[in-house]
């Protein structure tokens, strides 16, 4: 009978010799190996995909320099907690004991206030942060923190390294080793993981099972009809996730607040991250909804940052309010279809002349070259308004931006025909 601890678990690496991937940053001679081996780590941030590494290298590094270690999750974790540890790290302090590593898995989960919190410790010195994160930490770390860290990032890991993951696993795991299976095809193993060692080893966990059960080999067949047997298995990073997520777009794109605010609450109770729904809703406010309502990105916009303040549970009644609204909202993807057909004319056409009397004349020289020349200041007429050519020659009366079938824009629409007359055909 299996072991109840899965094996990614029982394979975390107990060395750095034993630990697999990411050489650029903990092969011989690399920049972290380095700080290791002298016993001089800073605060750092591990960023990269899931299933990589983040959290095992981690551990490894308080291993390595027998340091305490503290880990906590963004997730689960708040302010609370995170001075619990502080406080710990005071107290070892007082007693001359190493300083600790405090490890927060998803960092990018926690809401600025939370973050400000770890501020002191790390400038005092009472703890070495290492923060794990998905996402870019530009945008999700606060500036403060983040100029306090090292920022190491983490790759995906290749078929070289999931192959030696796997080798590894057949070697050293005791029920592997009790029950061994002939794999006579890998690919289907690797590409079902993609990338993450994590998933790997979990999905290989689960073929080894059901080979054993039935006495055959390991073939990419056997692979693939197992993993459709067991969907929830990766389902909730893997193809449901999307899945989900192109629903939940799509309904508040149709214009059904039931359905939308449904797929919110299949991604909160799927644990997805709030900050990846309010990113979404931003796009959205634009591509789908645009001049018909630009009240929707204001609203997007500031669903965004107060998801980012508050953090769980509350931000769900953020996310629901706009969701509700963004999909009640009237639609246009013309501003979208606009830029669409811009870039293309832009490769099409290639670089063509700014027109003289549109270029800045900064010097003499450039004035004298007509730089500016003719150029009609558009408030110095009536109605802020004066017709004059502001594409190229060759690409004169271009419609490129057709507003959509919607009050806000039809009103858009008669203000340019009044101003255009017949040059775009509005």
Known sequence: ????????????????????????????????????????????????????????????????????????????????????VIDKAEKLRNFNQEQPILFIDEIHRFSKSQQDSLLGAVERGLVTLIGATTENPSFEVISALLSRCQVYVLEHLSEQDLRAILD????????????????????????????????????????????????????????????????????????????????????????????AVYWLARMIEGGEDPSFIARRLLILASEDIGNANPNALLLANNCFQAVNVIGWPESRIILSQTVTYLASSAKSNASYEAINKAQALVRKSGDLPVPLHLRNAPTKLMKQLDYGAEYKYAHAYPGNFVQQEFFPDKLSGTLLYDPGNNAAEAKLRESLKSKWKDKYGY
Do not use: C
Request: proline share 5%.
């Open 1 to 84: 009978m299996a072991t109840p601890i899965p094996l990614a678990e029982r394979m975390r690496p107990k060395s750095i010799s034993a630990y697999i991937g990411q050489q650029h940053i903990i092969g011989e001679g690399a920049v972290l190996r380095n700080a290791i081996e002298q016993g001089n780590i800073p605060s750092m941030i591990f960023w990269g995909p899931p299933g990589v590494g983040k959290t095992s290298l981690a551990l490894l590094i308080a291993n390595e320099l027998k340091r305490p270690f503290f880990s906590l999750s963004a997730i689960q974790s708040g302010v609370k907690d995170i001075r619990e």
């Open 168 to 259: 590894q696993a057949r070697e050293y795991d005791s029920y592997l080793r009790e029950h061994p299976v002939e794999i006579e095809e890998y690919e289907a193993l690797f590409r079902l993981s993609g990338g993450d060692g994590r998933k790997l080893l979990n999905v290989f966990e689960l073929v080894v099972q059901a080979a054993q059960a039935q006495k055959t080999k390991i073939t990419n067949e056997f692979v693939l009809k197992q993993v459709q047997q067991n969907m929830a298995l990766y389902d909730k990073t893997g193809e449901q996730h999307y899945d989900i997520i192109s629903a939940f777009i799509k309904s508040i794109r149709g214009s059904d607040p039931n359905a």
